[in-house]
């Protein structure tokens, strides 16, 4: 699946907005929600004894990509727009691949 193609299916069950900022203050807070269900997923993991539950952490991540949709939605652009911008980012970053030597000493 094409990122545009998600995004446009993932807003057909978002609630209608009155505007852009509203839509905006809802994935970030949406983000961080999710992001933090998935976290908390892998915390039970790692330290209470919970076996790798690759399912809940796919829905998880689903989750934190429909508040992204919604995110792009709201500033109007596609999703695939920030995905290019952010390897062409790291391709600027990390030219011949990761580096810990480069991510300690990289301009920002």
Known sequence: MHASDYQ???????????????RLINAALGLTGEAGEFADTVKKIMFHGHTLDQ????????????YVAQACT????????VMEANV?????RYPDG???????????
């Open 74 to 81: 709201a500033l109007d652009i596609d999703m695939s727009a």
């Open 8 to 22: 446009q299916l993932a807003m057909r069950t978002a609630a209608p907005e009155s505007d852009n900022a509203r």
């Open 55 to 66: 399912p809940a952490l796919i829905n998880e991540l689903g989750d934190v990509l429909w």
């Open 88 to 92: 062409a980012k790291l391709r600027r």
């Open 98 to 108: 990761f580096s810990s030597d480069r991510s300690i000493q990289r301009d920002e």
